[in-house]
T-cell receptor, first 113, second 115 residues
Framework: DQQVKQNSPSLSVQEGRISILNCDYT??????FLWYKKYPAEGPTFLIS?????DKNEDGRFTVFLNKSAKHLSLHIVPSQPGDSAVYFC????????????FGTGTRLTVIP | GAGVSQTPSNKVTEKGKYVELRCDPI?????LYWYRQSLGQGPEFLIY????????DSGLPNDRFFAVRPEGSVSTLKIQRTERGDSAVYLC?????????????FGPGTRLTVL
């Protein structure tokens, strides 16, 4: 049973425009959410995170928004750059649970120059 | 600065064989995780070590899978009697300690192919 879902397997965006990647979760015990970026033949690398006590976290061009009532989060990349082209994974963890991360299936972002 | 390393990068084996996959975590990281990523899926948790002990092995799919971390550093994931369905990328990650919300740093993975 997939507890973290990314329903868009791919997304194409023009360079300079905004990229919006979406993620939904089902487990109300999740209280910490992360986005990882993955290039081919490399492991996922941490990008940005948000705690459930916040609804927004910003780091440079990357902003993550959390809507707890809707069990939904999104990653905004502005402006998008060709080097942002990668697979993006949404992940979640629960304070009271084990320390493992639950991952979505990923969204492949292509930024077109 | 050395990140998490995994060897081999690729492993091809025949159905029924035994394989070992190695993970070298970042020096000083006490927490170590194994994940498995099948084609088209996100990483799925297998096992978590805090120091030398397996603090949570609830993700191991069956008793053919076993992992050790005898000295609290390097870890080996062992798969007995491999099956074609075991084919996947096996990812290792480490974090400073097992505290919740500590960033997990991932290695490049070992791609296992069972023929």
């Amino acid at each position: 049973d997939q507890q973290v879902k990314q329903n868009s397997p791919s997304l194409s965006v023009q360079e300079g425009r905004i990229s919006i990647l979406n993620c939904d979760y089902t487990n109300s015990m999740f209280d910490y959410f992360l986005w990882y970026k993955k290039y081919p033949a490399e492991g996922p690398t941490f990008l940005i995170s948000i705690s459930s006590i916040k609804d927004k976290n910003e780091d440079g061009r990357f902003t993550v928004f959390l809507n707890k009532s809707a069990k939904h989060l999104s990653l905004h990349i502005v402006p998008s750059q060709p080097g942002d082209s990668a697979v993006y994974f949404c992940a979640a963890s629960a304070l009271s649970g084990a320390n493992n991360l639950f991952f979505g299936t990923g969204t492949r972002l292509t930024v077109i120059p | 600065g050395a990140g998490v390393s995994q060897t081999p990068s690729n492993k091809v084996t025949e159905k029924g064989k035994y394989v070992e996959l190695r993970c070298d975590p970042i020096s000083g990281h006490t927490a170590l995780y194994w994940y498995r990523q099948s084609l088209g899926q996100g990483p799925e948790f297998l096992i978590y070590f805090q120091g030398t002990g397996a603090a949570d092995d609830s993700g191991l799919p069956n008793d053919r899978f076993f992992a050790v971390r005898p000295e609290g550093s390097v870890s080996t994931l062992k798969i007995q009697r491999t099956e074609r369905g075991d084919s996947a990328v096996y990812l290792c990650a480490s974090s400073l300690d097992g505290g919740t919300h500590n960033e997990q740093f991932f290695g490049p993975g070992t791609r296992l192919t069972v023929l």
